[in-house]
């Protein structure tokens, strides 16, 4: 079992910038993928971006490349996202998600482990 715990959400102005954490802990041993998630009203649950444990290989969304940056610190358990340039879009609830493995993928089905999710609202 791995429980996840996001926090760092908020509301912050058009062009302005969050980091939101997301602290694992129970069985975080092993090569796993840590990934963000977005979740707003009307849409369905997007992939944001990944990393891997292994070699810390990342993948982004095409929508929050060069804006988004996802490290992790393997220490702590904890995966970060560092969110530049913000949109009024990128207002959605974020929750970090976990699978066992060493391969990012962007699908909902292949992450087995949720958080509960932090809100971002983007004001224009």
């Known amino acids: 079992q791995v429980q996840l715990v996001e926090s760092g ?14 602290a ?15 979740h707003a009203p009307g849409k369905e649950r997007e992939f944001v971006a990944g990393i891997s444990s292994i070699g810390g290989s990342t993948y982004y969304a095409d929508s929050v490349k060069g804006r988004f940056t996802i490290s992790r610190d393997n220490a702590k358990s904890t995966v970060y996202l560092q969110m530049n340039s913000l949109k009024p879009e ?24 949720w958080g509960q999710g932090t809100q971002v609202t983007v004001s224009s």
């Open 9 to 22: 959400g908020g509301l912050v102005q058009a062009g302005g910038s969050l980091r939101l954490s997301c």
């Open 24 to 38: 694992a802990s129970g069985r975080t041993f092993g090569p796993i993928v840590m990934g963000w998630f977005r």
């Open 90 to 113: 990128d207002t959605a609830v974020y929750c970090c998600a976990v699978r066992m493995g060493s391969v990012v993928v962007v699908t909902t089905t292949g992450y087995r482990y």
